[in-house]
């Protein structure tokens, strides 16, 4: 049990997106209302709020922490948004992406690997990934955008189109 939790929280860590860096990827990835869009890894929900505010897209977030997944929630009832986003709880991995045309990720460089093996493998042509601070493997960027984030950290953002 407890090496599960170890692998966890190595693997998947809770580092929240700020929102500059948010709005300039959803911005970057021209989301229209006629697009899924998924984040892996939604932690508190944020990315999905602010992609079903201002975009009115249906968003998917996948979650493995139960704590945050019950914050999530909350923040997306309160926001009054249950009809555009629906929180999975469930390991990034175990989640099908075939289905999403837009996907947001703040990964751990731990599993950019795999994640990568996993998004060619399973994502249409076409399908727009966003990457905060880790590019993914094996894929070049159609676009990097990079932000200030204090005196210590450049965010920088990787839009990919498969």
């Known amino acids: 049990m407890q090496l599960a939790i170890v692998r966890i929280l190595s693997e998947f860590p809770y580092l929240r997106s700020p929102i ?3 709005d300039k990827a959803l911005e970057a ?3 229209d209302g ?3 869009f998924a ?3 939604c932690g508190d929900g944020a990315v999905l ?3 079903a505010e201002r975009f009115r897209v249906f968003s998917v977030g996948f979650e493995i922490n139960p704590m945050l997944v ?3 929630r909350r923040r997306i009832r309160s926001a009054g948004l249950q009809e555009l986003i629906e ?4 390991d990034l991995f175990s989640a099908d992406l075939s289905r999403f045309d837009v996907i947001y990720i703040y990964p751990s460089p731990l599993v950019t690997e795999r994640l990568t093996n996993k998004i060619l493998a399973e994502c249409a042509k076409g399908t727009k990934i966003l990457v905060h601070d880790y590019p993914l493997r094996l894929l070049q960027p159609i676009n990097v955008v990079k932000l200030p984030g204090g005196p210590l950290h450049t965010h920088t953002l990787y839009l990919y189109k498969i």
């Not at 929180?87 to 469930?90: A, E, L, R």
């Open 20 to 22: 500059q860096v948010i």
């Open 29 to 31: 990835a021209e989301l």
């Open 34 to 36: 006629k697009e899924v």
């Open 39 to 41: 984040d892996l890894g």
């Open 49 to 51: 709020l602010r992609a």
């Open 70 to 72: 019950q914050i999530a």
């Open 87 to 90: 929180i999975v709880h469930s």
